[in-house]
């Protein structure tokens, strides 16, 4: 069995080790391989030889166009500062990026936020802690939601009403997250936690983002209770009925960083004979007669065409767009249909002793206008961010703030820089300030985000060795990108096995 991998980003690597791990199928291998359009007689007997996949060889070839590995996790380490130009962290509720760092042997190297996590929304003028036991959208305790300045007296008495409205969501029909909150709750909180909030993480509009593909648990709360506070009021009760829940921050890092994992990976990849190559475009792909995968490979040393029985696309959205669109012109047409948000992230280095207290905070949201999203104060939320004397920040400035960012470097700088400062009422500017700009590579589940995974899943049903993984479809976070690499993985080897 030879595999391509296209992309060399946490979802191609974490795909290439599930193939040289050769594990057994994953759970629901069976019900996947007949979703993702398998007929069901080849997907028995793909599902038969699963089970020995660990007896199979396989060979893995991963091919990356940039000169480095990692695409979106990328770790800067220099001078006694850490920083990270993509994500920084992840969540430890989905389990998957544990796991794959606890096979590579780094547990030892996770670590938790420092101190107590202290976060506030800059809310009606200023910063205000985030109320106690707030979910993402909604509180699970009442009390701190009740007394909380950051939505205004009305606010709260037109979320109230939520309790009495009936149910507002129709079977079928997928809406956004803003609209539906709206109508249950308000705009208030839309604006000042539902946007802020879960907008952060999308590097998009709550008015835009599909309700049945990023949050359907407000789906199932609203079939179940009819009221969404209620059912909030209710999880909360009982999770604290099951007991502390230990770390009171649910996100993780690594002490070096996310470039670590990449690192570990790659040489663990390595050590085990699949082959990496950086600089390496993949031009075209082409099927072959037994199913498989003709490809043409670009460097600077020309081009190459390989064979292959498999093949996994973790290669964003445009890149995997457009090597399907000759092989799948439908699955490449709904790829092309997800929109992409762009995002810059500016990392500003202040001097300690431009605070008259040190900065305890690990940052806040913005729910007013402002020329960014939000802040994480790096040096205080984590261990070994900055050298002592210095503090680092990350700013975030999302694409759908407008003409800010896209505005040039300079005026940027200046923007962000004078924002932070006088928010944290710093004596001076920072000394430093880096900027990553990530331009439209970000897809945005927006309403039909889940037709057009279906739309991909059937039109790549006549290739079932061929499979498109990581954040185009099926979740953004790191952990949904190492789970969907592995699956899909396992997914491309048995629709190749199914065929032979
Ligand atoms: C600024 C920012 C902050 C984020 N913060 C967080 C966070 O804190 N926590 C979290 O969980 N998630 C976060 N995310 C999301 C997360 O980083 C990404 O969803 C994830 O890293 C995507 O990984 P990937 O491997 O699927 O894609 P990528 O990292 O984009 O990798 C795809 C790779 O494919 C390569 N490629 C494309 N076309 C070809 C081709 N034809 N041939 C060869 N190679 C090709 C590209 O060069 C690229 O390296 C953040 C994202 C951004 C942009």
């Known amino acids: ?91 430890a509720y989905r389990p998957a990026a544990l796991k794959l760092i606890d096979e590579l042997g780094l547990t030892d190297q996770v670590i938790s936020i420092s101190g107590t996590r202290t976060v506030y929304l800059r809310s009606r003028g200023r910063l205000r802690p985030l109320p106690a036991g707030m979910g993402m959208v909604l509180p699970t305790k009442l009390w701190p939601f009740v007394t909380t300045g950051i939505l205004s007296p009305l606010d709260k008495l037109r979320a109230g009403l939520d309790l009495a409205l009936p149910r507002k969501l129709r079977a079928g029909q997928d809406v956004t997250i803003g609209g539906f909150l709206r109508s249950r709750l308000g705009n208030g909180i839309v604006q000042r936690f539902a946007d802020p909030m879960v907008g952060g993480i999308y590097g998009a509009s709550v008015n835009e983002l599909s309700l049945d593909a990023v949050l359907p648990s407000l789906r199932a709360d609203e079939d179940a209770h009819r009221s969404l506070m209620l059912a909030s009021l209710a999880a909360g009760r009982k999770a604290r009925a099951a007991g502390p829940r230990g770390a009171n921050s649910p996100f993780r890092t690594l002490r070096d960083g996310l470039g670590s994992l990449i690192t570990a990976l790659a040489d663990q990849l390595t050590a085990g004979g699949a082959q990496i190559f950086t600089g390496t475009e993949v031009l075209s792909l082409t099927p072959t007669a037994t199913g498989g995968v003709s490809a043409k490979l670009g460097s600077g040393e020309g081009v190459a065409t390989q064979i292959f029985d498999a093949v996994v696309l973790a290669c964003g959205v445009d890149g995997s767009a457009k090597l399907l669109a000759s092989a799948a012109p439908a699955a490449a047409s709904a790829l092309s249909e997800i929109p992409l948000a762009s995002s810059n992230v500016l990392s500003l280095i202040y001097a300690e002793d431009a605070f008259a207290e040190p900065l305890t905070t690990h940052g806040w949201l913005e729910a007013d206008g402002a020329p960014i999203s939000g802040v994480t104060v790096s040096s205080a939320k984590w261990a070994g961010r900055a050298p002592g004397g210095k503090v680092l920040i990350r700013a975030f400035v999302p694409g759908r703030l407008g003409a800010i960012a896209a505005a040039p470097d300079d005026e940027l700088i200046k923007a962000v820089s004078e924002h932070v400062t006088s928010v944290l009422k710093a004596s001076k500017g920072p000394d430093q300030v880096k900027i990553s700009r990530w331009d439209s590579v970000m897809p945005k589940y927006t309403v039909g985000q889940l037709e057009r995974v279906a739309t991909v899943e059937s039109a790549l049903a006549e290739l079932p060795a061929w499979r498109v993984a990581g954040s185009p479809l099926r979740g953004v976070g790191v952990p949904d990108c190492v789970a969907d690499g592995r699956r899909q993985a396992e997914l491309a080897l048995a629709g190749a096995r199914s065929q032979q």
């Open 1 to 91: 069995m030879r595999l391509l991998v296209v992309g060399g980003g946490i979802t191609g690597l974490a795909a290439a080790w599930q193939a040289q791990r050769g594990t057994a199928a994953p759970a629901g291998g069976r019900a996947e391989l007949e979703q993702a359009g398998v007929d069901q007689a080849n997907a028995k007997q793909a599902n038969a030889k699963q089970a020995s996949l660990e007896q199979v060889s396989v060979e893995v070839v991963v091919v990356e166009a940039a000169d480095h590995l990692g695409g979106k996790l990328r770790t800067e380490i220099s001078n006694g500062l850490l920083i990270e130009h993509g994500p920084d962290s992840f969540v």
